[in-house]
Nanobody, 127 residues
Framework: VQLQASGGGLVQAGDSLRLSCAASGRTVSIYYMGWFRQAPGNEREFVAAIKWRGGSTYYADSVKGRFTISRDNAENTLYLQMNSLKPEDTAVYYC?????????????????????WGQGTQVTVSS
């Protein structure tokens, strides 16, 4: 599976941005996908995840109510709609995909649960 993230850019605080992640290859093996981000000097952190077939979603507390994760199964594309952006949202955003059928939803927040990663797209929010 190959993942290609896009949609990053420079915006002002309060603006919106939509990230996309196109999946190709053996996409039938994907069970869930997610977004992580990494700010300079920080570790990569979980942002949001979605089950590919059922559509259940999971969010980090820091983005709940502002970000929305969604997917288009027909187009094999993952999205992250980011509203009310804050300077602290500035980071490189990575999309990931996993194959495991986990019962514990906490797993979707673990980097180690993802088998494939995209190259990252930069999001910069100015104050």
């Amino acid at each position: 599976v190959q993942l290609q993230a896009s949609g990053g850019g420079l915006v002002q605080a309060g603006d919106s941005l939509r990230l996309s992640c196109a999946a190709s290859g053996r996409t039938v093996s994907i069970y869930y996908m997610g977004w992580f981000r990494q700010a300079p000097g920080n570790e990569r952190e979980f942002v949001a995840a979605i089950k590919w077939r059922g559509g259940s979603t999971y969010y980090a507390d820091s983005v709940k109510g502002r970000f929305t994760i969604s997917r288009d199964n027909a187009e094999n594309t993952l999205y992250l709609q980011m509203n009310s952006l804050k300077p602290e949202d500035t980071a490189v955003y990575y999309c990931g995909a996993g194959r495991g059928a986990y019962l514990n939803k906490d797993v979707y927040g673990w980097q180690s649960a993802y088998d494939y990663w995209g190259q990252g797209t930069q999001v910069t929010v100015s104050s």
